[in-house]
């Protein structure tokens, strides 16, 4: 009842049903943290969201609490000013740029003044410090050919956030209208040569809670190429067959770096909204 009375932006009815709790339990804390979110109190939404790893016998590390609180935000009735103000926070922490990047990537679609949103927060966003949630600024605005050429310069300091750079530039180039639909797919032939087995070798070296981000690239990437193919079609050099073959290769990896089917269908929902931020159409 307090996730029901949570999700209609009730926090008074949801703090009511936590407070009939005898002991709180895994889901209780992971509320508290959804609650104090909304509330605007983000360091007391950390300390839950630790406890949350903590009744769960997971690593509570603060690269682990960072990625369940930036999962937990999504789901937090927030208005614009609210999540605005929330990024803020977890770049003033400095949060990896691998989960601050993906987490603002699912939010764009969620905010009621997206223009708003971004402008006041790309001031905040060092490109130096955070190139790729910048990128993902960009591509708020549909300028996917700057959100492309910041991935280039940047310069990774992580697996993740190599895999990351290397799985959204292929996305951009699907989604840059200043690219033919001939060049994508001559682009796409090539990626899938040279890029996605270095990045399905990755798929090992990352652990805990930066595989999130690594599912959620790829499902991005998926629904992207999607629509793509259904908007232009198959051509050499990439035909249709190995077009299919690239799309199953996309979801098997995603769903190796999903700890459970029930998350990988919520984050391919979450990332579903992410098409309609970037071009507007579902």
């Known amino acids: 009842m307090a996730n029901l009375s949570l999700d209609a932006g009730d926090l008074e009815s949801a703090r009511a049903w936590l407070e009939q709790e005898k002991e709180p339990i895994t889901d209780s804390f992971r509320i508290r943290s959804r609650i104090a979110l909304a509330s605007g109190s983000f360091d007391e939404a950390v300390k839950q969201a630790r406890r949350a790893l903590r009744a769960r016998g997971d690593d509570e590390s603060d690269d682990a609490t960072a990625g369940l609180l930036l999962a937990l935000s999504l789901y937090a009735p927030m208005s614009t000013s609210q999540r605005r103000s929330f990024f803020e926070y977890v770049l003033s922490k400095e949060y990896p740029d691998a989960q601050v990047s993906n987490a603002l990537d699912v939010s764009v679609g969620r905010v009621d003044d997206r223009e708003e949103f971004v402008n006041k ?43 990351l750079r290397l799985v959204w530039q292929c996305t951009y180039a699907c989604l840059d209208p200043k690219i033919t639909a001939q060049d994508t797919r001559v682009y796409l032939h090539q990626w899938f040569q040279d890029s996605f087995p270095t990045v399905e070798q990755m798929e090992q070296g990352i652990t805990g809670s930066f595989r999130v981000p690594a599912m959620g690239s790829l499902l991005t990437l998926h629904i992207v190429l999607r629509r793509f193919v259904e908007r232009f079609g198959y051509h050499s050099p990439y035909p249709e067959e190995e077009g299919h073959r690239s799309e199953e290769r996309l979801l098997t990896l995603a769903r190796q770096f999903s700890e459970s089917p029930e998350q990988f269908t919520r984050w391919q929902d979450a990332h579903r909204g992410m098409w309609e931020t970037l071009v507007g159409q579902p």
């Open 121 to 163: 927060l790309e001031d905040k966003v060092s490109e130096a410090k955070f190139p790729l949630t910048r990128a993902i600024l960009f591509t708020a605005r549909g300028n996917f050919e700057e959100a492309r050429a910041v991935l280039r310069r940047s310069r990774p300091g992580s697996e993740i956030e190599e895999l």
